[in-house]
């Protein structure tokens, strides 16, 4: 019967004692399962995290390329007309002198033609004079002959023209508004109620008011993103600039005599 009794005692210590053993090692795993999960869920959020500031660095990348772009264009469209316009200002003022050429050679041509005239007429005269036969019958008095009126000098005026010139612009590109990141907009929601607040500080007296009614399921609290950040590219517009304003030239085509009327 002792013996017996001892058999049941070590049976019972052994259950006991077996049972206080395994507790701490399935409460030790518990930790260490909790522990590296964890760690994943911080490793995650960090990635995420850094994808996020990549993203957005390669995204301010690529816009300052483009505006690199647009410069490199608005420059390339700023020399082309100033050069087109260089050339008309130039067309323009060969044609004005070749348009004075013209008339000039044109007058000279007409104050030429208006002498050789007045020339020949008065060879005519004399030869009219010399072939008259002479009166046979009355003796002729000697008459002095009419001296042909002295040519007057010519005082010559300018003849001027107004030549119009246009005026010599250029386009670019100007900066209107920088680039800029229109933020997102984030709310915080009550653990308990699930209530909504703009701020923090609305959540917290929320918070406080529910507490001191006694009320403790309101004590946690979380953030809610409703929308996330928007980069906005900065904004450019097309001006003209005057490089030189537009003009009137007056220009010498010739000279009129304002006695006859002779040009040249």
């Known amino acids: 019967m002792t013996t017996k009794k001892l058999l049941c005692a070590a049976v019972v210590l ?28 911080k490793d995650s959020k960090k990635e995420a995290k850094d994808s996020k ?11 300052t390329a483009k505006n690199e772009e647009k410069t490199k264009e608005a420059t390339k469209i700023a ?31 007409k104050t030429e033609s208006t002498i050789h005239k007045h020339e020949d007429k008065k060879e005519n005269k004399v030869e009219n004079t010399e072939n008259k036969p002479a009166a046979s019958s009355k003796p002729s008095e000697s008459k002095p002959a009419k001296q042909d009126k002295e040519e007057h000098k010519h005082n010559w005026e300018k003849i001027t023209a107004v030549v119009h010139h246009d005026a010599v612009t250029h386009t670019e590109q100007v900066l209107v508004r920088d680039a800029w990141t229109e933020p997102g907009v984030t709310k915080f929601r009550c653990g308990g109620c699930l209530q909504l607040f703009n701020t923090e500080n609305e959540l917290s007296e929320h918070q406080q008011t529910k507490i001191m009614n006694g009320d403790y399921s309101c004590a946690s609290s979380s953030t809610v993103t409703i929308s996330t950040p928007t980069y906005h590219p900065a904004e450019y517009e097309t001006r003209t600039v005057v ?21 040249k």
């Open 53 to 63: 500031k990549e993203t957005k660095k390669n995204s301010e990348k690529e816009e």
């Open 14 to 41: 052994t259950t006991v004692l077996t049972g206080c053993s395994s507790a701490p090692v399935k409460t030790e795993k518990k930790d260490k399962t909790e522990e590296v999960s964890k760690k994943k869920t």
């Open 79 to 109: 020399e082309k007309d100033t050069k087109e316009a260089q050339k008309q200002h130039a067309a323009e003022t060969k044609k004005a002198v070749e348009t004075a050429h013209n008339k000039d050679q044109q007058t000279n041509h």
């Open 243 to 263: 490089d030189k304003e537009a003009y009137d030239e007056t220009v010498v085509t010739g000279y009129k005599c304002t006695i006859c009327g002779a040009t």
